[in-house]
């Protein structure tokens, strides 16, 4: 464990440690960073405390068990939801949990219902807490930390890439372009390094639903009355977009990642997001130990995004038809019908040996960090992509919606490491009887991403790079690590200053 960070002034010698909030959106891909932050800044001698609600704590039950046994001053924080009258049902805590696109918006406008508890806990700490670290879908919190007087910085969960590309869609009226132009009208991306066009179809931003402008409005103007960002990605990544970023923000941006890196054994890594999952990683790295080095697809579309019957045929058929070794997740509700858990013991038992599928969650970093994963069909949440480059493994791309249509654009563009699955318009969460990508597709990019030739072997080099980039990044005197101890250093003498 590293040293508490050292304070330079007498006064700061004699203040307590910076106390973080953490406040990250109920879903799993900004629930995991966030936490993996706080164990971070809790292991950096900071006292860290991650608020969400109860469904989610005790997923994270494991994660908050191994800091106490480490001695970490990490600790989750419950706050009631749903709200009463909220259409909800009790157990709609996550992202993961709601039943269709309908649910979707409720569950959506009434996180702000969190506000209240939020602030009777703020309120009651003493001294109150340095900083306040919210999602950047969580502007409820902004009131909050104005109201009290505390400092805020905003997380926001995708690239750089993309947070530029968005703020400056923002600044530039581009958003309003879009829609009010046709489905087939190419709009250019102004102030960003590297040319970047969006249609309609792959719109970029969160929250662009008509239905939804209202809480995207209040997100946007949270962000610019926050004090600064803080970002899971690392600068030897995306060091021209960070610094393009920061311009046009207006702020500091800590760039602090990749944070999947700071799970560094066994048990931290197979239980990361959700403590039930621990228990499937000793079957699937026995799996795994039977597969040669690098020839395994790992096939995932992480914890939101269900396929349609129809589609999941499509994966299955398309993964047995290239002849590839593969690990697929398949969620417990895709999986739920009759018919779909006769097809898929069928696909099973065709590709005895070859294939396992996986229903529910999985380790995802425990699979990527196996040597015998050579690639990853992946929805391109960025999460997923840090955790890949983290690992030095390629990826096929296949983006369904919000910040994902870019992220793609980067690592198959710009940073060279993935083939495109060929997915051209999003989808919503919840589809009935969509084929977005068939069978041939599925195929033709997974041969391409785990085969042979000058172009696949380039996309290896280049994200093998990527990762031993990545860990240095994250090592004491790695850029990461550097701008962690700024990040608590400063609110350490944010302290000082205010004992003056």
């Given at each position: 464990?590293?040293?508490?960070?050292?304070?330079?002034?007498?006064?700061?010698?004699?203040?307590?440690?910076?106390?973080?909030?953490?406040?990250?959106?109920?879903?799993?891909?900004?629930?995991?960073?966030?936490?993996?932050?706080?164990?971070?800044?809790?292991?950096?001698?900071?006292?860290?405390?991650?608020?969400?609600?109860?469904?989610?704590?005790?997923?994270?039950?494991?994660?908050?068990?191994?800091?106490?046994?480490?001695?970490?001053?990490?600790?989750?924080?419950?706050?009631?939801?749903?709200?009463?009258?909220?259409?909800?049902?009790?157990?709609?805590?996550?992202?993961?949990?709601?039943?269709?696109?309908?649910?979707?918006?409720?569950?959506?406008?009434?996180?702000?219902?969190?506000?209240?508890?939020?602030?009777?806990?703020?309120?009651?700490?003493?001294?109150?807490?340095?900083?306040?670290?919210?999602?950047?879908?969580?502007?409820?919190?902004?009131?909050?930390?104005?109201?009290?007087?505390?400092?805020?910085?905003?997380?926001?969960?995708?690239?750089?890439?993309?947070?530029?590309?968005?703020?400056?869609?923002?600044?530039?009226?581009?958003?309003?372009?879009?829609?009010?132009?046709?489905?087939?009208?190419?709009?250019?991306?102004?102030?960003?390094?590297?040319?970047?066009?969006?249609?309609?179809?792959?719109?970029?931003?969160?929250?662009?639903?008509?239905?939804?402008?209202?809480?995207?409005?209040?997100?946007?103007?949270?962000?610019?009355?926050?004090?600064?960002?803080?970002?899971?990605?690392?600068?030897?990544?995306?060091?021209?977009?960070?610094?393009?970023?920061?311009?046009?923000?207006?702020?500091?941006?800590?760039?602090?990642?990749?944070?999947?890196?700071?799970?560094?054994?066994?048990?931290?890594?197979?239980?990361?997001?959700?403590?039930?999952?621990?228990?499937?990683?000793?079957?699937?790295?026995?799996?795994?130990?039977?597969?040669?080095?690098?020839?395994?697809?790992?096939?995932?579309?992480?914890?939101?995004?269900?396929?349609?019957?129809?589609?999941?045929?499509?994966?299955?058929?398309?993964?047995?038809?290239?002849?590839?070794?593969?690990?697929?997740?398949?969620?417990?509700?895709?999986?739920?019908?009759?018919?779909?858990?006769?097809?898929l013991e069928a696909l099973e038992a065709r590709t005895a040996g070859r294939g396992l599928v996986v229903r529910g969650w999985a380790p995802q970093l425990a699979v990527l960090s196996h040597r015998a994963v050579g690639g990853f069909v992946t929805h391109c949440g960025w999460n997923s992509l840090m955790e890949a480059m983290a690992h030095g493994v390629p990826v096929a791309t296949w983006p369904h919606f919000e910040d994902?249509?870019?992220?793609?654009?980067?690592?198959?563009?710009?940073?060279?490491?993935?083939?495109?699955?060929?997915?051209?318009?999003?989808?919503?969460?919840?589809?009935?009887?969509?084929?977005?990508?068939?069978?041939?597709?599925?195929?033709?990019?997974?041969?391409?991403?785990?085969?042979?030739?000058?172009?696949?072997?380039?996309?290896?080099?280049?994200?093998?790079?990527?990762?031993?980039?990545?860990?240095?990044?994250?090592?004491?005197?790695?850029?990461?690590?550097?701008?962690?101890?700024?990040?608590?250093?400063?609110?350490?003498?944010?302290?000082?200053?205010?004992?003056?």
């Open positions: 464990m590293a040293p508490a960070v050292a304070t330079t002034t007498a006064s700061a010698s004699t203040l307590p440690p910076p106390h973080f909030v953490l406040v990250p959106f109920v879903a799993q891909g900004h629930i995991i960073p966030l936490v993996d932050l706080a164990r971070l800044l809790a292991e950096r001698g900071a006292r860290a405390s991650v608020v969400t609600t109860p469904l989610n704590a005790a997923r994270l039950r494991g994660v908050a068990d191994q800091a106490a046994r480490a001695g970490l001053p990490l600790e989750l924080v419950e706050l009631p939801f749903p709200p009463p009258g909220c259409d909800l049902p009790d157990d709609c805590q996550n992202a993961d949990m709601v039943a269709d696109n309908y649910q979707f918006l409720h569950f959506f406008f009434a996180l702000p219902e969190l506000a209240g508890p939020f602030e009777a806990y703020v309120r009651a700490l003493s001294p109150r807490p340095s900083c306040i670290i919210a999602d950047w879908l969580n502007p409820w919190t902004a009131g909050v930390a104005t109201s009290l007087g505390i400092p805020r910085l905003f997380f926001h969960g995708p690239s750089c890439f993309f947070s530029l590309c968005d703020l400056q869609a923002a600044n530039h009226g581009l958003h309003e372009r879009i829609a009010a132009g046709g489905d087939e009208d190419r709009h250019a991306v102004p102030g960003v390094p590297v040319p970047v066009t969006v249609t309609k179809a792959t719109a970029l931003g969160f929250l662009i639903h008509p239905a939804t402008e209202a809480l995207r409005d209040e997100a946007m103007a949270a962000m610019r009355t926050a004090d600064g960002a803080v970002v899971n990605t690392f600068l030897d990544l995306e060091a021209q977009f960070v610094a393009c970023y920061e311009a046009a923000l207006g702020k500091p941006v800590w760039v602090v990642g990749p944070l999947s890196l700071g799970n560094r054994d066994a048990e931290t890594t197979a239980s990361r997001g959700n403590t039930a999952a621990a228990g499937r990683r000793e079957a699937i790295a026995a799996w795994l130990d039977g597969q040669p080095p690098g020839s395994v697809v790992f096939v995932s579309f992480g914890s939101v995004a269900r396929k349609s019957p129809r589609q999941l045929r499509e994966v299955g058929h398309g993964l047995e038809d290239s002849g590839r070794p593969f690990i697929w997740v398949v969620k417990e509700a895709e999986a739920a019908a009759p018919e779909v858990q006769e097809w994902q249509f870019l992220n793609e654009r980067l690592v198959v563009d710009v940073l060279g490491v993935g083939v495109p699955v060929g997915a051209t318009a999003p989808v919503m969460i919840f589809e009935e009887d969509a084929v977005a990508v068939p069978r041939e597709g599925v195929a033709r990019a997974v041969s391409a991403l785990m085969g042979g030739g000058a172009e696949a072997d380039e996309r290896r080099r280049k994200v093998r790079e990527y990762g031993e980039k990545a860990r240095r990044a994250m090592e004491e005197g790695g850029s990461s690590y550097e701008n962690l101890t700024r990040l608590i250093q400063s609110f350490v003498q944010s302290e000082a200053k205010a004992q003056e």
